[in-house]
């Protein structure tokens, strides 16, 4: 069965840098575009990044743009999102998902002074 666990969330300052991993089984990850969303408290689940099969075709939500980068490494089948410049507002838990609909269990994000 499909499983996605993330990984490497935790307290950061604002301006730090934090990454964050997606460790995949349960099915070819290499055929699967892959994303991050993340669900601040009491907001909605808001999409946060996505990325093709092969790594190539990359987006980004606004808030995020520029800031952090998607990456996959389809021989480990594992899904990366580094986060750069984190802001209060990037506060939330951080899921993986693939483009067919499976979810993680998440990973706490907390930038705060």
């Known amino acids: 069965q499909v499983q996605l666990v993330e990984s490497g969330g935790g307290l950061v300052q604002p301006g730090g840098s934090l990454r964050l991993s997606c460790a995949a089984s349960?099915?070819?990850?290499?055929?699967?575009?892959m994303n991050w969303y993340r669900q601040a408290p009491g907001k909605e689940r808001k999409f946060v990044a996505s990325?093709?099969?092969?790594?190539?075709?990359?987006s980004y939500g606004d808030s995020v743009e520029g800031r952090f980068t998607i990456s996959r490494d389809n021989a480990k089948n594992t899904l990366f999102l580094q986060m750069n410049s984190l802001k209060p507002e990037d506060t939330a838990v951080y899921y993986c998902?693939?483009?067919?609909?499976?979810w993680g269990q998440g990973t706490q994000v907390t930038v705060s002074s």
């Open positions: 998902a693939t483009s067919s609909g499976d």
């Open positions: 349960g099915f070819t990850f290499s055929n699967y575009g």
């Open positions: 990325i093709s099969r092969s790594g190539i075709t990359i």
